[in-house]
């Protein structure tokens, strides 16, 4: 069950042996670039976790479980290494359930303009097949990610054929006057592409500097990125705020969510592992350490009832008065069982002959969806999230 793609620590670790200095008598100039070094070790690591989620939407695609023209032309490569049948449908669940979400979310707010954040948005797809799924929408979606990854979209985003799709599926051209990279291949503009009322910017940003004045020199903040503070808003982190520290992963959701009025509607949908503390969650956890992977958040928010009791926390749940809202959780495996239709199930049960079942509830019980969301009851436009109140809910104990 682990991934192809492993991150080549050994290159990685003779860089630092290099540049190290680790006798007596260091000055402390040396310990802190040993620091930074270290530090630049780990989020190259977490950068190249996006090759594995565009490998694995990518393998989803080429099996028949997803349509997405777009998975080839954002995966470096375009090509890959079929995954296993029970990976295929988790990539399947996972897509399928967040795509849900943002539909309700869309088809409630269709009156108004509103916007789309995701954090840590690799190479993700989404707003590509939101165009063309919805070819008049009238939406922001702002992606963020560090500025390497960023750089590689911007590249696949460069070449003939994307241009050719955007145009052809998305209606959308590419800006005339490309964006170039710098010689670290670092790309520290922002990305955008604009057709009528829809834009799409992609920032090349570490998140934490958002949160962090010593790192955010520029003072960089949401409205000088282009974001509205006035529209209904969705934030996503598909397996993002996981890699972070837990205070700053919380920062993060606490800055975002903080920064719009209590009349705003605001949600928050989050994929990420849970249940760390059984035999399949400690094989999990012990596997992708011996990758120099750390779910850094995964001890803190370890259950469905954690998930939940964490978007309590960012203002998101049941509320007293005007303000509305809800949080709720659930696992891929209750997704894959009640959020989807039977003769769906069927068309994706006869793409693959899967023998592993029981490992497949297994895998697909220590990954969730979690979402949350908040508004006020008077509000000029009718409920955003009631259509999420109505989806199957799980109890935590089934
Ligand atoms: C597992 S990938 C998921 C990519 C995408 N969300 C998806 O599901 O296909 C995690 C992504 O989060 C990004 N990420 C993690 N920590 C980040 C941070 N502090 N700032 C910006 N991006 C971050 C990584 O660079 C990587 O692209």
Redesign the pocket.
């Known amino acids: 069950m682990s991934a192809p793609q492993i991150p080549n620590l050994h290159t990685l670790r003779r860089g630092v042996g290099r540049r190290g200095g680790r006798g007596r008598g260091v000055a402390s100039g040396v310990a802190e670039s040993n620091n930074e070094t270290n530090q630049t070790r780990k989020d190259a690591i977490?950068?190249s976790?996006?090759t594995?989620?565009?490998t694995s939407?990518l393998s989803a695609v080429e099996a028949g479980y997803l349509d997405d023209p777009f998975a080839k032309l954002l995966t470096h490569g375009g090509n890959v290494d079929r995954r296993l049948p029970l990976m295929n449908r988790g990539t399947y669940v996972r897509t399928v359930a967040i795509d849900r979400l943002v539909d309700e979310f869309l088809r409630s707010t269709r009156k108004c303009a509103r916007q789309i954040i995701?954090?840590?948005?690799?190479?993700?797809s989404r707003f590509f097949r939101l165009k063309t799924k919805y070819p008049d929408i009238c939406l922001s979606y702002h992606e963020?990610?560090?500025p390497t990854?960023t750089a590689a979209k911007i590249h696949q985003m460069q070449t003939p054929s994307f241009a050719h799709s955007l145009k052809g599926l998305c209606n959308m051209d590419l800006p005339s006057s490309s964006t170039s990279l710098s010689n670290d291949g670092a790309q520290n503009d922002s990305f955008q592409l604009q057709a009528d009322s829809c834009h799409y910017h992609l920032h090349p940003?570490?998140?934490?500097t958002l949160t962090n004045p010593k790192r955010n020199q520029d003072q960089i903040n949401l409205s000088g990125l282009g974001i509205s503070l006035d529209v209904p808003t969705l934030l996503l982190s598909?397996?993002?705020l996981i890699?972070?520290p837990p205070e700053d992963a919380d920062s993060v959701l606490s800055y975002f969510t903080s920064a719009f009025h209590p009349a705003i509607p605001v949600a928050v949908v989050i994929y990420e592992p849970i249940r760390p503390h059984d035999a399949f969650g400690r094989t999990m956890v012990s596997n992708l350490t011996a990758r120099g992977i750390h779910l850094q958040t995964l001890h803190a928010h370890d259950s469905l009832a954690a998930q939940k009791e964490r978007l309590g926390k960012h203002g998101l749940g049941s509320m007293a008065g005007k303000e509305t809202g809800g949080a709720e959780a659930a696992d891929i495996d209750f997704i894959w069982q009640t959020w989807i239709e039977e003769a769906e199930k069927g068309r994706v049960e006869g793409l693959e002959w899967m023998d592993e079942v029981e490992e497949w509830r297994l895998l697909a019980r220590h990954y969730c969806v979690a979402w949350g969301w908040r508004e006020t009851s008077d509000n000029v436009i009718d409920s955003v999230f009631e259509p999420w109140a109505q989806l199957p809910m799980q109890d935590e104990g089934a």
Do not use: K
């Open positions: 977490v950068q976790t996006d594995d989620a565009a939407r995701s954090l840590g948005a690799g190479s993700d963020f990610d560090f990854n940003l570490d998140l934490r598909e397996c993002c890699y972070l």
